[in-house]
Structures are given as C-alpha cells and as structure tokens.
C-alpha cells in the first residue's frame, strides 16, 4: 500500500492524480544510490535515470550492496531491505519522470566544468517531461543553482540542495535557494526535508554552501602543514578530532569525500571565488593523477584493507608517486 501525500504534509501543489509523492533521481552514482535507500525507506515511490541498462543493472547492485552494508551493522532488516528495493525503478527513459513531484539532479561529472553544459541539458530534459509545479533540485556543491535556473521555463521551482555524504545518516540538508525561488517551492521542499527525517540548513545563492567552503580550506592548510613536515598525516587528523571533537580529521574527510570529488569542489570554487585558500593543493593534484583516490580506491592518505584504515609510513613525498 502506497503512503498518501497527505502522511507527510506536503501542500497541494505538490499533488500527483494518484495523490502520492514520487521522487526522481537523474544519475544513480554514489550520491544517487545513497539518495534512492533514504527516500524509498520513508515509504515514497522512487524513479531513477541512467544513461544505459548497464548503468541501471549497476546501480540497483550498488543499492543493494549499500542496503547489506546497514544490515550487517543492525540497522535494517532483510524485510526493509525487500520493502525498499520494491519501491525502486530504474529507468533511461526520462518520460518515467512524468509523474514525479520532486526530481533530483544527482549526476557525477568527471571534472569540474564552467558553465555546467550537462546539468543545464539535464534540466531542459527533466522539465519537457514533468508537471510545471514538480520541483526541480540540483544536488550539487559548488555550482551557482541560478545558471540552471536560467535554462528553465519555470525558474520558480528550481532549488540547489545539497545532501552532505552519507546522505541517510547526517542529519541536515543544505537548501540553496536561486532569486528566482518562490516560497511555495521553499515550502513544500522543507516539508519534503521533513518526511525523510533531516533537518534545512537555508542558504541564499552561494556557490560552495556552508559545509563545502568551510571544508576545503580547512583540508587544503592541512596539506601545507604536511608539505611544510610540521607533521603527520595521522597526528594533524588527532589533532582536529581529539581536540576539536570533530567525527573525522581533515585528511581521512578528504579520503572518505574522494579526492577527485574534492579537486573538482576545489576547482569550482577558485573558479566562483579567485581567493587562493580554495585552490588545489599540489599533494592532492598528485594524487588524484595517480589515482589515489582515497577510500574508494584503497588508497589515498591512509590505506584501506577490508575496510581498515591504516596509517602511511616514509615520506609524504612518496604520496602520488
């Protein structure tokens, strides 16, 4: 049985003739899988795209590997895991968007690149297809959600959220609003916020948001304390979580964000911003070239073996090389 619109005190605009919400989510990466299993366990419908049945095939395996991964540490069951994936299509045909009130713009471009051509083609797709009340999101962190706006006939419903990773355990979500933004959108995406279980951070048209310009310059001035020998990768981590009681230190945050995802962060926001604390650190460039990736590729600022981090040894002039 499908939960009625009404269980989650979305307005009316956001009505479907079958009376119930439906999510889609354009592009099924890392952030798309992640954003399929936090909605579909609040009991809402969800469509993803993809650019093959290929893609599709590997992304309903990434959902259910992540879905196993919660399950082995208590935090669903096998009958959750069933009850989600049943409310989960995958799809390469956007005209499945049809009948979604929100859709998410989720897609992971290799690099950072001005203008942003793909999104903006992403955009113009979606809105062919979809009501002109649906809301239309980006999920991106370091683009100014009014250039997409700009593509659009009805700029009023197009909304940069950002969902900070892991997007089903933390908490808030960044709401970026374009000036086009009306405050019906506003309202019924805050509801939406609200369905799913997070809290609204609200932010008024800033590239970068909140968590993102705070976070690379804190990683990038971790990267000259580490060039400069002050010390080592571990003990400027210890630093910030033992004294600072922060969850992670800058360099396992930098490894667990990706350092390909952070040199494109990085990227648009020196591209936004011109001020040099946003600028790529020659370590982190060197790394990403020999794909040291962080977590995701088992080696980054620290290895990963089955699942362990463990500490680097020699000189950090060997990171990259």
């Known amino acids: 049985m499908k939960e009625k619109l009404e269980d989650y005190a ?102 950072w690149i001005p203008n942003q051509p793909t999104r903006k083609e992403v955009f113009r797709k979606a809105e062919k ?14 683009i100014v959600i009014s250039d997409l706006a700009s593509e659009l006939e009805f700029p009023c419903r197009a909304i940069g959220v950002h969902f900070i990773a892991p997007a089903i355990t933390t908490r808030v979500i960044e709401v970026n609003k374009c000036h086009n933004t009306n405050k019906e959108s506003l309202d019924a995406l805050q509801r939406f916020i609200r369905a799913i279980g997070k809290e609204t951070i609200k932010i008024n048209g800033t590239p970068g948001n909140i968590s993102t310009r705070l976070i690379v310059p804190m990683i990038n001035e971790a990267c000259e304390l580490l060039m400069e020998g002050v010390s080592t990768v571990s003990e400027i981590d210890k630093t910030m979580q033992m004294g600072y009681g922060m969850q992670r230190g800058p360099f396992t945050m930098a490894d667990r964000i990706g350092l390909d995802k952070l040199t494109k962060w990085m990227e648009g926001l020196y591209n936004e911003y011109g001020d040099r604390k946003y600028k790529t ?24 073996k089955n699942g362990k981090k463990i500490e680097k040894t020699g000189s950090i002039f060997n990171l990259g090389n």
């Open 10 to 111: 979305l307005n009316k605009s956001m009505k479907s003739n079958s009376d119930t919400i439906k999510v889609g989510i354009i592009g099924c990466g890392t952030m798309g899988q992640e954003l399929s299993i936090l909605v579909s366990k609040s009991g809402i419908d969800v469509v993803f795209i993809e650019i093959s049945e290929e893609k599709v095939n590997s992304s309903f395996e990434g959902i259910g590997t992540r879905i196993d991964s919660i399950i082995s540490h208590w935090g669903m069951t096998e009958g959750d895991k069933r009850a989600i994936l049943s409310r989960i299509i995958g799809t390469t045909d956007y005209s499945k968007l049809s009948d979604c009130n929100i859709v998410i713009e989720s897609i992971n471009t290799k690099k």
């Open 129 to 142: 297809v979809i009501d002109k009340k649906a809301l239309l999101i980006s999920n991106a962190s370091t």
């Open 281 to 304: 650190s020659p370590i982190i460039k060197r790394m990403v070239r020999t794909g040291m990736l962080g977590s995701k590729s088992n080696n980054g600022f620290y290895i990963y």
